[in-house]
């Protein structure tokens, strides 16, 4: 049985709840969706006050030097490199996920070297998923059609294994489904492409600082991720790239700009790439933004003594099966369950689908009416083969057990009072 005094047991054994006092939440808000934007950590409006005052205002150019500007890219990926299963100096925060992304498949299929147009006797094709992150598919589909290679995408997870072969250049897969929460096996997925003699390139979007990551001991090849989701960066924060030692200097990224090269400041013509993961750099990169995120993996510092990501993702699973059963305590037979409920194949997120007991087409009045509630979860359309979904992401680092229940408390009134029929509910937004 579910109750207040049941999570409120489990808030006073919580060990990771004074963390929530890093934070800026806004009061009487319930954020279950720190896996599309975190949550501001208190600290950062200061740090970049402080950066465009002092190190850009009073310092000026001097702060590439004095600052460390030129270097936080380097330093950032640094503090990012533990959540991830990668060593010190092997990430770099940089650009976007998506540019990121173009990057790293580019390096996976120039060190494949047998990637070729079909009809050559060598690897054509790059493998995915239908259900992955749109963007990766569109950037995957860009490249392939520029190399004359293939994009071939299957339906289900466990299809992956038999779609691999001496076709496969490159398995490009997101470790945590952005829609469904459904988390891969890292390490049997990237064993099974390395069988097959291709390379794994892992989209770390909705795992970093989620869920634990072991890049090296999966032996993966290339990874990238998201700023500015669990790693509470801010909007548009820098993303970050990791290639695996064995690789980073056996191929030029496709953006060979100044900031990869190896002496940008000599000013050559020709391009040498620098060794390391700085060659994954293009361009002169954000301060702002860049020192927002360094400011904000500091609570993840903080959570270090805490038991750190072991226990963020044993907080994370506890929030999970809590939101689930008290769903299903609460609101019986209104929905189905979209993630998986076994642990080591969900991610930090719970989605649900209306069932027919609830009218068609009501999940974003739902999730509107919760938001008008002060519960912020989001909604994702579906078509003919996905079902329409309310998604919840649940952030450890500032959840409560008591949260989880209040805002199931909530769903229940929204389908009891039927708020979700009411007109402002149905107004569609740009951004959902
Ligand atoms: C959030 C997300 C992105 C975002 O890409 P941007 O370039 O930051 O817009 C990309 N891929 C996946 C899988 C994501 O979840």
Known sequence: MIDLAHCQRLDAADRLAPLRAQFDLPEGVIYLDGNSLGALPRAVPARVAEVVRAEWGRDLIQSWNTAGWFELPRRVGDKIA????????????????????????????????????????????????????????????????????????????????????????????????????????????????????????????????????ALKDCEADFAIGCGYKYLNGGPGAPAFVWAHPRHVDAAWQPLAGWWGHGRPFAFVPGYEPATGITRYQCGTQPMFSLSALDCALDVFAAAEPLGGMAALRAKSLALTDLFIAAVEQLCPGQFSLVTPREHALRGSQVCLTPTAALPAGCAYAIVQALIARGVVGDFRAGDAQQPDILRFGFTPLYLSHENVLQAVQHLREVLQNKEYMQARFAQRHAVT
């Open 82 to 213: 533990p959540l991830i299963g990668a060593g010190p100096g092997e990430v770099v925060a940089t650009d976007t996920t998506s540019v990121n992304l173009y990057k790293v498949l580019f390096a996976a299929l120039s060190v494949s070297k047998l990637a070729a147009p079909a009809g050559q006797g060598l690897r054509h094709e790059v493998i995915s998923e239908r259900s992955n992150f749109p963007t990766d598919l569109y950037i995957a589909e860009a490249l392939c059609r520029e190399r004359g290679l293939t994009l071939r995408l299957v339906d289900a997870p466990d299809q992956i294994p038999a779609a691999l072969g001496p076709q496969t250049a490159v398995l490009m897969l997101t470790h945590v489904n952005y829609r469904t929460g459904a988390m891969h096996d890292m390490a049997a997925l990237t064993r099974a492409a390395h069988a097959a003699g291709a390379l794994a390139v892992w989209d770390l979007a909705h795992s970093a600082g989620a869920v634990p990551v």
